[in-house]
C-alpha cells in the first residue's frame, strides 16, 4: 500500500508524518502506529517536493526559536550582572524582565515529538528489537531534556504574567493582600531572570499560591456582594426607586464573572453601584418633596380652619418611618396624610361658601402679586421655572374650581417669592445703577453735542406710565420711583 509513496516519508518519525499530514489536509486522527500513517498517506499526490517543503518548513520554525531562545538566554545574563536593590525592581530591569517573559511566552514548547519518539521505542520494544528501542528510548529521553529547560522558562513566565495581569484586572481593595501581591510578584521577577532554580520554584509557587488564594477570596466576596446588591436594589424599588437599568447591568457583570472577563466585571459593578446611588439620590429628592407637599397641603388646610389634627399625627409617623429608614412606609403615611387634609379642606370650603370664596381672593391675589416679581426675575436672569409652573398650575385649578389644589399651590408661589425677594431686590439696585449711569453718560453727551451746534434731545424718564396702568403695573412703577429718589 506505500509503493507510491515518497521514499523519504518511511525515514519520518510519527510527528514528521502528522505535520505531512495535516499540511496536506490528510485525517489520520484514527492512525495510532507508524505503518498506519503511512496506510493513510497511501493512494494520495504527494510527491517528494512536497515533503521536503515541510520538513524545510518545521527546520526553519526550530532554527527561529533557538535564535529566540539564545537572545532571551543572552538578556537574562545580562539582567543577572546587574545588582538590584532587595525587593525592588528598578524600571529599566522591569522594562527588560517584561521584554524576556514576553519573548518566553512566544516559545510554547511541545511533546508531541517525544511522545512519537516514545511511543516508536515501545513498538520497537514489543517486536522484540531491543537495540533499536534503546536507541530511540535515549533520543526521546535527550530531547526531553532539551524541552524540560524551555517548558520551566516557559511556565514560569506564564505564572508571571496571568498572575500580574489577574491583580490589575481586580485591583485588590485589601492593603495587606495588595502588599504581599507586589511582594510576591517583585520576587518572581527577581528570580526569574537571577535565581536559582530552588529559588525561581520556591518564588513562583508562593505567587501562584497567594493569586489563587486572593482570587477565590475575590470570588467568594462578589458572589456574596452580588447577591446583597440584589436585595438592596429590591429594597429600593420598594419606595419607587427605578432599578430596571442597574439589575440589567448588574446582569451582564454577573456573565462577565462567569466567563472570567474579571476588568469587565469590576467595570460593570462599579457602574451598576453608580447607577444605584443616582436612582436612589433621585427618588430621596422626590421623598423631600413629596414631604414639602405635604407639608403645604396641611398648612392651607388648617389656614381654611379644616381640622388637620389626625394628618398631622400621621406626618410625624412619617416623618420617624423617614428617619429609620423606612422610605416605603413613610411614603404610604404621606399619601395617607394628604387624602386626610384635603378631604378636611374640600369639606371645610363646601360647607362654607364664603369661606371659599374668600380663599379664592386671597389666591387670586397672591398670584397678582407674585406674577410680576417672577417675571422681572426672569428679566435679570434668575431661575423662576418652577415658580412660572407653579403660577400656571393654580390657574389651571381655579379655572376648573379646583380650590383644594389651587390654594396648595399659591401657597408654594408665595414661599418661592418669599425666598427670592433679598436677590431680586439686590438686582434690581444693580440694574438701576447701570441705568443711571448709562443716562448720566448720555446727557453728557447731548450737552456736548448741543455745545456743536446739534440740538440737544429731551431726557426721559425711565419710568413709564399709562393713562390707565394694572395694578401690578402700578407696583413696580411706585418701586422704580422709589429706587431713583434713592
Not at 459 to 480: Q, Y
Request: proline residues 2%; aromatic residues 4%; glycine residues 4%.
Amino acid at each position: 500500500m506505500t509503493g507510491n509513496l515518497p521514499e523519504s516519508l518511511g525515514t519520518l518519525t510519527i510527528a514528521q508524518l502528522k505535520s505531512v499530514a495535516k499540511k496536506h489536509s490528510i485525517d489520520v486522527s484514527s492512525c495510532r502506529s507508524k505503518k498506519s500513517y503511512m496506510n493513510a498517506l497511501a493512494g494520495t499526490n504527494l510527491t517528494e517536493e512536497d515533503v521536503r517543503s515541510v520538513l524545510g518548513a518545521a527546520a526553519k520554525r526550530n532554527e527561529k526559536a533557538a535564535r529566540e531562545m539564545e537572545k532571551i538566554e543572552t538578556d537574562l545574563k545580562n539582567i543577572s550582572e546587574k545588582k538590584s536593590e532587595p525587593g525592588d525592581i528598578p524600571e529599566g530591569e522591569n522594562i527588560a524582565i517584561e521584554r524576556s517573559i514576553d519573548q518566553a511566552l512566544l516559545l510554547r514548547p511541545t511533546f508531541f515529538e517525544i511522545d512519537s519518539a516514545t511511543e516508536q521505542a515501545w513498538n520497537r520494544m514489543i517486536l522484540g528489537d531491543f537495540a533499536e528501542a534503546l536507541t530511540l528510548n535515549r533520543d526521546s529521553r535527550s530531547q526531553v531534556l532539551d524541552q524540560l529547560s524551555t517548558f520551566h522558562l516557559y511556565s514560569t513566565a506564564l505564572s508571571i504574567r496571568a498572575s500580574e495581569t489577574l491583580s490589575h484586572q481586580i485591583g485588590w481593595t485589601d492593603t495587606k493582600v495588595s502588599s504581599k501581591m507586589k511582594t510576591a510578584l517583585a520576587e518572581a521577577k527577581k528570580a526569574f531572570v537571577n535565581g536559582p532554580p530552588k529559588r525561581r520554584e520556591s518564588a513562583l509557587e508562593e505567587l501562584e499560591n497567594l493569586t489563587t488564594k486572593a482570587f477565590e477570596a475575590f470570588i467568594d466576596k462578589s458572589q456574596k456582594t452580588e447577591k446583597d446588591f440584589r436585595k438592596m436594589l429590591e429594597e429600593y424599588a420598594s419606595f419607587g426607586v427605578h432599578v430596571k437599568t442597574v439589575q440589567e447591568i448588574l446582569e451582564i457583570a454577573s456573565q462577565a464573572r462567569s466567563s472570567s472577563d474579571n476588568a469587565q466585571y469590576v467595570k460593570l459593578m462599579d457602574q451598576a453601584r453608580a447607577g444605584a446611588d443616582h436612582a436612589k439620590d433621585a427618588r430621596m429628592k422626590e421623598i423631600e418633596n413629596a414631604f414639602e407637599n405635604v407639608r403645604t397641603a396641611i398648612e392651607v388646610a388648617k389656614e381654611a380652619g379644616a381640622e388637620t389634627a389626625k394628618g398631622q399625627a400621621q406626618f410625624r409617623n412619617a416623618e420617624k418611618a423617614f428617619k429609620s429608614n423606612e422610605f416605603a412606609k413613610a411614603m404610604e403615611l404621606l399619601a395617607s396624610v394628604e387624602q386626610v387634609v384635603d378631604s378636611a379642606h374640600l369639606k371645610r370650603v363646601r360647607q362654607n361658601r364664603e369661606a371659599e370664596a374668600a380663599e379664592i381672593a386671597q389666591i387670586t391675589s397672591s398670584l397678582q402679586q407674585a406674577e410680576p416679581d417672577l417675571e422681572e426675575a426672569a428679566m435679570y436672569g434668575m431661575d423662576v421655572r418652577d415658580g412660572l409652573l407653579f403660577v400656571r398650575n393654580t390657574k389651571t385649578a381655579l379655572q376648573q374650581r379646583d380650590v383644594v389644589t389651587a390654594a396648595k399651590y399659591s401657597r408654594k408661589v408665595r414661599k418661592l417669592t418669599k425666598s427670592m425677594e433679598r436677590d431680586l431686590e439686590k438686582l434690581r439696585e444693580k440694574h438701576f445703577a447701570e441705568k443711571g449711569s448709562q443716562r448720566d453718560s448720555g446727557n453728557e453727551s447731548e450737552i456736548n453735542g448741543g455745545r456743536r451746534g446739534q440740538p440737544a434731545k429731551t431726557p426721559t424718564s425711565d419710568v413709564s406710565s399709562t393713562d390707565n396702568p394694572t395694578p401690578a403695573r402700578a407696583k413696580k412703577d411706585k418701586r422704580l420711583r422709589a429706587l431713583l429718589k434713592k
